[in-house]
């Protein structure tokens, strides 16, 4: 879980992006998921908190701190977003998994621990085939099983069962949850399944551009 000398991941102190989001609001440790319709800015929110996008006016702070005066790769080790279309590096799937902690200024992991997060992520694939072969829902499990790996503080998931088929695609995330709460992490997901909204500890709405904690 987040740090204990800590009681807030993001400080969103009256942040504006043009007309198109509106949040004054602390998002805690642990599990937060938001969630509203299609437009309202949830994967601003979540570009907003590891400077993907900078706000027009207003503050975004972690852990106590402007982000806008960290060095955005020192920051992007510590806050990492899934996307809901993830870039690949070519290679192989194991070349995927292994840049992850390479950027992280790991070494390499072991293909023990490769396999252990492909089987959260449920992917039954072969670590030398060329991930350039695989089926967008495969990419997505490889970004997520990448991600893993590379143990940031938190983890931004953006709607991460979009590219996956219904069956299973809820088990999937709460497997995924389950182990970066069993590492430390904590994580701020966006989605629109209605189901996954128990696994959070907070809820974040965003209606009419404006975003709120709620119950």
């Known amino acids: 879980m987040s740090q204990p000398s800590r009681d807030v991941l993001f400080d969103f102190d009256d942040v504006r992006v043009g007309a198109i989001l509106h949040a004054d609001l602390a998002i805690p440790p642990g599990v937060t998921v938001i969630f509203g319709p299609s437009g309202a800015g949830k994967t601003t929110l979540l570009r907003l908190a590891c400077a993907m996008q900078a706000p027009s006016s207003g503050t975004v702070s ?3 701190e402007d982000i806008a005066r960290v060095d955005p790769v020192l920051l992007r080790r510590r806050v990492t977003m899934v ?9 192989t ?3 995927e998994l292994s840049i992850a902690c390479v950027l992280q200024g790991r070494g390499a992991p072991d293909r023990e621990r490769m396999g252990e997060v ?14 350039s072969t695989l089926s967008g829902g495969e990419r997505q499990r490889v970004a997520l099983a990448r991600v893993l790996l590379a143990g940031p503080e938190v983890y931004l ?5 979009a590219a996956l088929d219904a069956r299973g695609a809820r088990d999937l995330v709460r497997r995924v949850v389950d182990w970066i709460r069993a590492t430390g992490g ?10 996954l909204m128990e696994i959070g500890d907070a809820r974040v709405a965003i209606r ?5 904690v709620v119950a």
């Open 208 to 212: 009419d551009h404006e975003a709120e």
């Open 118 to 131: 492909l089987a959260v992520v449920g992917l039954d694939k072969d670590l030398a085939e060329d991930a």
């Open 62 to 64: 972690f852990r106590g």
């Open 186 to 195: 904590d994580v701020v997901m966006v989605t629109h399944d209605e189901g």
């Open 157 to 161: 998931l953006d709607e991460p069962t």
């Open 83 to 91: 996307t809901q279309q993830p870039f690949l590096w070519p290679g």
């Open 93 to 95: 799937i194991a070349d």
